[in-house]
T-cell receptor
């Protein structure tokens, strides 16, 4: 079993829908990261969080340390949100351990 | 610089040749990482530098791979006697250790290595 599990692996939705991507992890962590990778593009760090909730524009990330679970939400989704979203965990400044990613497609 | 800079952006090499990939992290970032992403695969940790500490080399797949970080800044990943299975995108990332920022790591655009 992977230390970081994401679901779903693939998600297709219509423009405007509310999107939720889930991440569960099995190890002790100091921080959880949500990353975004557009097709053929580089990786952008969306959030780093260790507790509670963070919001940036239409993106919201939450984490429940006790349940070892995090969610990434996208409100009012748009075709430009189509990308692979990757959950990763870290201990201090140690290496990231990655989930397998969720491929999100938003249709107009 | 403003971001993590990697060069070259693309590299095609013949099997058996050596290659050097360069990463110039954000000025002042104390931790630097190399990862790779093979076609259709997830991200794989290679090596990690933190300040003046000995690097964590636990992710290097074979002794053909090595990396160094000079002066706590620029890093070079060297692959000797390249094999076709080394073909991947090699990504560099840096972070200011202990940062309380929202965003954590900054990734470079990667070097796409193709071994023919």
């Amino acid at each position: 079993k992977n230390e970081v599990e994401q679901s779903p692996q693939n998600l297709t939705a219509q423009e405007g829908e509310f999107i939720t991507i889930n991440c569960s992890y099995s190890v002790g962590i100091s921080a959880l990261h949500w990353l975004q990778q557009h097709p053929g593009g580089g990786i952008v760090s969306l959030f780093m969080l260790s507790s509670g909730k963070k919001k940036h524009g239409r993106l919201i990330a939450t984490i429940n340390i006790q349940e070892k679970h995090s969610s990434l939400h996208i409100t009012a989704s748009h075709p430009r949100d189509s990308a692979v979203y990757i959950c990763a965990v870290s201990k201090g400044a140690q290496k990231l351990v990655f989930g397998q990613g969720t491929r999100l497609t938003i249709n107009p | 610089g403003a971001g993590v800079s990697q060069s070259p952006s693309n590299k095609v090499t013949e099997k058996g040749k050596d290659v050097e990939l360069r990463c110039d992290p954000i000025s002042g970032h104390t931790a630097l990482y190399w990862y790779r992403q093979s076609l259709g695969q997830g991200l794989e940790f290679l090596i990690y530098f933190q300040g003046n500490s000995a690097p964590d080399k636990s992710g290097l797949p074979s002794d053909r791979f090595s990396a160094e970080r000079t002066g706590g800044s620029v890093s070079t990943l060297t692959i000797q006697r390249t094999q076709q299975e080394d073909s991947a995108v090699y990504l560099c990332a840096s972070i200011l250790s202990g940062t309380g920022s929202n965003y954590g790591y900054t990734f470079g655009s990667g070097t796409r290595l193709t071994v023919v």
